[in-house]
């Protein structure tokens, strides 16, 4: 079994900093790609930052230059510092992950249960 399990959203006033993590656990052979994943209210999940296992990232046009995607890799964890916050980065943050499972030949993505970041204005 496989988990991924986030932490650190919460309320924070418009121009603010956040915080995110994202925990991988479990039967773990090697991990890929990991990434972060956003859902408003009424809205489709839409892809926010991505950073390969060399450490290579790529992020959404709208949250350039204000987010900032790490990784640890020994730890099997991924953060996501958040900041100069807007009251339209107000979602539900969901961490992504490509995993091998041991025992497994492909990997495949897994998703955590996802964590409410809440920007007021």
């Known amino acids: 079994q496989v988990q991924l399990v986030e932490s650190g959203g919460g309320l924070v006033q418009s121009g603010g900093s956040l915080r995110l993590g994202c925990a991988a656990s479990?039967?773990?052979?090697?991990?890929?790609?990991m990434g972060w994943y956003r859902q408003a209210p009424g809205k489709q999940r839409e892809f926010v930052a991505r950073i390969t296992n060399g450490g290579s990232t790529n992020y959404a046009d709208s949250v350039k230059g204000r987010f900032i995607i790490s990784r640890d890799s020994a730890k099997n964890r991924i953060y996501l510092q958040m900041n100069s916050l807007k009251p339209e980065d107000t979602a539900v943050y969901y961490c992504?992950?490509?995993?091998?499972?041991?025992?497994?030949?492909?990997?495949?993505?897994?998703w955590g249960q996802g964590t409410q970041v809440t920007v007021s204005s």
């Open positions: 479990g039967f773990i052979s090697s991990i890929n790609d």
């Open positions: 992504n992950a490509d995993i091998r499972r041991i025992g497994s030949a492909v990997p495949v993505g897994y």
